[in-house]
C-alpha cells in the first residue's frame, strides 16, 4: 500500500482511567479492550538507516521522498539508481522485519527505466523515481493482492488502483507490496505469510493493519 504510516506501537496489557472508575459505578464496563504500553526505553532506528552510503550517498544525503525526486528531476541521481537502491536495501534490511510479501526487483527496474525516459522528454514529476511500497490490500497490476490471507485468489490484478495510477503518474516507481494482517483486521501484522516486526523492536510488531509499511518506512528501506 502507499502508505507512509509511521511505526506504531506494540499493544500492553489491560489498563484502567478514573473515567473507567466512575462509569463503573453505572454498572457498565467500559474497561478499554486493550492499552497502549510506553516503549520510552526502546532505542529508536540510527539515523544512519535513513541516509544512502555508497556512492548514492554522495549525490543524495539523505533519503526523503523530496531529496530523491529533486535529484532524479535534476539529472544528479537516476530513478533506476534510486530503484536499485531501495531493492538493496529490501534484500539486506527485511530478512528479519518481514515487511515485503512481494519484492518486485525486475518489473521495478524497468519502469524507473521507464521515469528516467520521462525526466530525460522534459515531464516535471512530483514524485520522480520514489520507490514506493504498496499495501496487499490495494490492487497493483501483475501482482497478486491476498488481504494477508490464504484464503483469498493468487490471481494477478489485472489493472492498478486509482492511488497506484495517480503514484505512478507523479514519477514514483513500485519495487513492492508491503503485508497486512489477516483480512486487515487485526491490529499486528501476522498471518499465514509471516510476522512482520517492528524495526525498533524485533520482540514487538509494528502494528496494523499497516505494519509493513509502517516497517518498511521505519527501516529507511523507502522514504
Keep these: 500500500m502507499f502508505d507512509s504510516t509511521s511505526t506504531k506501537r506494540s499493544l500492553g496489557k489491560r489498563s484502567s482511567t478514573p473515567e473507567n472508575t466512575n462509569m463503573a459505578a453505572t454498572g457498565i464496563d467500559c474497561t478499554p479492550?486493550?492499552?497502549?504500553?510506553?516503549?520510552?526505553?526502546?532505542?529508536?532506528?540510527?539515523?544512519s538507516a535513513h541516509i544512502p552510503s555508497g556512492l548514492l550517498g554522495r549525490k543524495l544525503p539523505v533519503w526523503t521522498a523530496t531529496a530523491i525526486a529533486e535529484a532524479v528531476r535534476t539529472g544528479s541521481v537516476s530513478a533506476a539508481d534510486a530503484t536499485r537502491f531501495a531493492l538493496e536495501r529490501i534484500a539486506t534490511r527485511d530478512g528479519d522485519l518481514a515487511a515485503f510479501q512481494v519484492v518486485r526487483r525486475e518489473a521495478a527496474v524497468r519502469e524507473a527505466g521507464g521515469v528516467d525516459a520521462r525526466v530525460a522528454s522534459g515531464e516535471t514529476l512530483p514524485l520522480a523515481g520514489v520507490p514506493v511500497a504498496i499495501k496487499d490490500n490495494i490492487p497493483v497490476t501483475g501482482e497478486p493482492m491476498r488481504n494477508g490471507s490464504?484464503?483469498?485468489?493468487?490471481?494477478?490484478?489485472?489493472?492498478?488502483?486509482?492511488?497506484?495510477?495517480?503514484?505512478?503518474?507523479?514519477?514514483?516507481?513500485?519495487?513492492?507490496?508491503?503485508?497486512?494482517?489477516?483480512?486487515?483486521?487485526?491490529?499486528?501484522?501476522?498471518?499465514?505469510?509471516?510476522?512482520?516486526?517492528?524495526?525498533?523492536?524485533?520482540?514487538?510488531?509494528?502494528?496494523?493493519?499497516?505494519?509493513?509499511?509502517?516497517?518498511?518506512?521505519?527501516?529507511?528501506?523507502v522514504p
Design 33 to 47: 479492550a486493550l492499552a497502549v504500553e510506553p516503549i520510552a526505553s526502546t532505542p529508536m532506528p540510527s539515523r
Design 150 to 221: 490464504a484464503a483469498t485468489e493468487a490471481t494477478p490484478q489485472p489493472r492498478d488502483h486509482e492511488v497506484v495510477t495517480r503514484l505512478r503518474a507523479a514519477g514514483a516507481v513500485v519495487v513492492g507490496i508491503t503485508r497486512v494482517p489477516e483480512l486487515c483486521v487485526f491490529g499486528a501484522t501476522d498471518s499465514v505469510y509471516g510476522v512482520t516486526r517492528n524495526p525498533w523492536d524485533r520482540a514487538r510488531t509494528p502494528g496494523g493493519s499497516s505494519g509493513g509499511s509502517a516497517a518498511a518506512v521505519a527501516a529507511g528501506i
